[in-house]
């Protein structure tokens, strides 16, 4: 497992931690209930990335893939991946798919504290629907960085989950 060193569980704060294209890191924020809500934007995790300028007005939003440890069966499921050719429909950045590679990404339409306005939330539950019986307990998340991309991995800087 890589060291922690710049990354944070909770709301950003601007301080990132660079994980290198095709390197994994799994995180163990604590554990939450997805519910099986099939609402595309009842968001239970939020992503966070770091911010591209100063002053803060976009994000280049990196190749990511975010998953989920369902505690009661043992299983990893793929949330979240921007890059691949699939749009993302269970995010509040689904306008700005399929994603490639620092795509820029208004601050607009990111959440968090003004110092690092870069969220991303993520719906857990329409990804699982179908393959797991609701509600289940999410226990770990893994984020990696695919290979692919301008070889400058993703700049994580925090996962927040949504109460």
Not at 26 to 51: C, H, I, M, Q, R
Not at 66 to 73: R, S
Not at 78 to 93: E, L, T
């Amino acid at each position: 497992m890589l060291p922690l060193v710049g990354m944070n569980i909770g709301s950003g704060d601007g301080d990132c931690y660079n994980l290198w294209d095709g390197h994994t890191i799994d995180l163990s924020p604590g554990t939450f209930t997805a519910d099986g809500n099939p609402d595309p934007t009842d968001y239970e995790l939020v992503y966070y990335e770091k911010p591209s300028d100063n002053p803060y007005t976009v994000m280049a939003m990196d190749l990511v893939v975010i998953w989920v440890h369902v505690a009661e069966n043992g299983n990893w499921y793929q949330v979240f991946y921007w890059g691949n050719p699939v749009a993302n429909q269970n995010s509040s950045i689904d306008g700005y798919g399929p994603g490639v590679d620092n795509q820029l990404i208004p601050k607009s339409v990111l959440i968090g504290p003004p110092v690092a306005q870069t969220g991303v939330q993520i719906d857990v539950d329409s990804p699982l629907t179908g393959l797991v019986t609701f509600p289940v307990t999410i226990d770990q998340i893994r984020i990696t960085a695919p290979p692919g991309g301008a070889g400058d991995g993703c700049d994580i800087d925090a996962v927040d989950i949504i109460p």
